[in-house]
């Protein structure tokens, strides 16, 4: 297998604490290599310098593709002068998977103000800027757990703006984009798919609101006519029990919190952040920085172990996985 690459994420935060706990977990199985500074690992961590990522496969001590970020870490104190070296590790990780070096990207938390303090970072996150590096407009957030997968239509606005936010278009790519990564790096041959409402009720007919009616519905109408096999517009609050999800591949709902409370309310540690829509597998852990236990040992790896877990699946189902 190619080994899959580690960006370090923010260094004041909990990332290099959970690489190295999946490492430990899961090197037998999954080779992978960190970009990153090595003095920001955990102290006593038994770590070895790789000149390339194939030099990762088979490794005796945690690999690290090293640069220097000029400072040390401070755990839950993040310092902007390590900015540029965080979105180094990002673009270099991309380029490594590009290249056929790595066979998938798996992201570190970062601290998005410190990015912006400490490099004038213009995006709103990773979605956004691997985006940018892979030159694609359109891109999806999937959350993913093995008991259900979401995707959010709208992801980090204010609720207020969610209405006017959706659109046909937008929709039906979001819906696409899914289908087809269902398919490509799921390995679900006859995607399922379950659409929400955005009002309480699916709308109840237009007395509840007319997005349903004038917009929802129309659009899911259209891909169904091309083909796919799509359920909705449905009403929120009974997608989620076990019965509901035996019933679809993947939900869309139409905005952050609807999607992420169901499957965080199921699986917390085991979350996964999933990109699709991009030429390469990217999956990330389900949490932030966590700066309040940053260096306390008490960070828990789980989501971290099941993103490389998932970036592994991942590349194998894309064909990826060997040179």
């Avoid at 938390?109 to 979605?127: N, R, S, V």
């Avoid at 999806?140 to 709208?154: F, G, I």
């Avoid at 009974?238 to 992420?260: E, G, K, S, V």
Wanted: charged fraction near 15%.
């Amino acid at each position: 297998m190619r080994p899959i690459a580690l960006s370090c994420g923010e260094p004041a935060g909990i990332g290099p604490e959970i690489a190295v706990a999946a490492w430990n977990v899961l090197n037998d199985d999954i080779p992978m290599v960190w970009l990153g500074d090595p003095s920001h690992l955990p102290k006593g961590t038994d770590w070895q310098a790789v000149n390339d990522p194939s030099e990762a496969v088979g490794a005796k001590a945690f690999p690290v593709l090293p640069r220097d970020f000029g400072a040390p870490r401070v755990p839950g104190h993040p310092d902007p002068t390590h900015a540029q070296g965080v979105i180094d590790a990002i673009s270099d990780a991309v380029s490594l998977v590009q290249d056929g070096a790595c066979s998938a990207l798996c992201t570190a938390p970062i601290h998005k103000q410190a990015l912006i303090d400490g490099a004038g970072f213009a995006y709103p996150g990773h979605t956004e800027y691997l985006a940018a590096l892979a030159c694609r407009d359109h891109v999806v957030m999937m959350l993913a757990c093995d008991m259900l997968r979401v995707v959010p239509a709208t992801i980090h606005i204010p609720l207020a703006d969610v209405p006017s936010q959706l659109s046909a278009a937008s929709l039906t790519d979001t819906i696409l984009v899914t289908h087809a990564a269902l398919i490509r790096d799921f390995g679900v041959k006859t995607p399922r798919l379950a659409v929400a409402g955005l009002n309480p009720h699916a709308g109840e007919g237009g007395k509840m609101g007319h997005e349903e009616i004038d917009l929802i519905t129309p659009t899911l109408d259209a891909l169904r006519a091309e083909g796919l096999d799509i359920a909705g517009p449905l009403s929120a609050d009974t997608m989620f029990h076990p019965a509901a999800r035996a019933r679809y591949d993947a939900a869309i709902c139409m905005y952050h919190d609807q999607a992420l409370i169901p499957i965080k309310t199921l699986d917390f540690s085991g979350g996964v952040n999933v990109t699709l829509g991009l030429p390469f597998v990217r999956t990330s852990p389900d949490h932030g920085t966590a700066f309040d236990i940053a260096g306390t040992g008490a960070a828990d790896a789980t989501s971290m172990i099941a993103a490389i877990r998932m970036a592994a699946q991942m590349a194998t189902s894309r064909g990826q996985d060997t040179p």
